[in-house]
Nanobody, 122 residues
Framework: VQLVESGGGFVQPGGSLRLSCAASASIFRVNAMAWFRQAPGKEREFVAVVTTGGSTKYSDAVKGRFTISRHNANYTLDLQLHNVKPEDTAVYYC?????????????????WGQGTQVTVSS
């Protein structure tokens, strides 16, 4: 069972970035999947979720700027970031979303990947 995030980096305000997550089939096939993020000194927070059927939901902070998508053929989850802001700076994590479209917080699990750092700065 694993979660491996990638694609982070430095980006200027207003720029774009694409994050990817490779998940174990055992997690991916049966769960809604979500992105979460943790900024320095803050708790991990919900960013976006996509159900097995493709329904999506976003936090108010990223709605209209980020797009979540899942690729069932190869068990990967993407997050496209557009028009990024300095407040988007954080470590981004993917994980299952046991509450599906109702997800609003990280799952209570010790299974987390290493995350991928996104830094937005001019």
């Amino acid at each position: 069972v694993q979660l491996v995030e990638s694609g982070g980096g430095f980006v200027q305000p207003g720029g774009s970035l694409r994050l990817s997550c490779a998940a174990s089939a055992s997690i991916f096939r049966v769960n809604a999947m979500a992105w979460f993020r943790q900024a320095p000194g803050k708790e991990r927070e919900f960013v976006a979720v996509v159900t097995t059927g493709g329904s999506t939901k976003y936090s108010d902070a990223v709605k209209g700027r980020f797009t979540i998508s899942r690729h069932n053929a190869n068990y990967t989850l993407d997050l496209q970031l557009h028009n990024v802001k300095p407040e988007d700076t954080a470590v981004y994590y993917c994980n299952m979303a046991p509450f599906g479209i109702a997800t609003m917080s990280p799952p209570k699990t010790r299974l987390w990947g290493q995350g991928t750092q996104v830094t937005v700065s001019s």
